[in-house]
């Protein structure tokens, strides 16, 4: 039971992590946030948390099994929540406005 736990933790540092690469692209900021400008610095912090929310799920995975299976695992649910991001993008991209540090998303 443990290890669901464990997973399910994986998968949602997977989806917080692609979703801040995905928020420090200049096109996918325009579709969250209009013309507002998007800054260097602002970059290299979701950059930056990406990074660091993806490495933490590696960790995990490698916690929960073997070394082997646990990269697999983790490569596998890189590829699942990349595609979950990249649908929340097409059909719902209001819904990450609240990891890009503004107000939260509350026109559906």
């Not at 070394?67 to 719902?92: E, G, Q, R």
Request: glycine share 4%.
């Amino acid at each position: 039971m443990f290890n669901v736990v464990l997973l399910s933790l994986v998968f949602f540092f997977n989806y917080l992590g692609m979703s801040w690469l995905a928020i420090s692209l200049k096109s996918h900021w325009r579709q969250l946030h209009g013309e507002t400008e998007l800054r260097q610095r602002r970059i290299a912090i979701y950059r930056t948390l990406g990074g660091l929310a993806l490495t933490c799920s590696l960790i995990l995975c490698l916690w929960v099994d073997n070394p082997s299976i646990a990269f697999l695992v983790w490569i596998m649910s890189v590829t699942a929540t990349a595609k979950a991001v990249a649908f929340t993008l097409s059909y719902h991209a209001n819904w990450l406005k609240f990891l890009s540090g503004t107000r939260l998303p509350l026109d559906y």
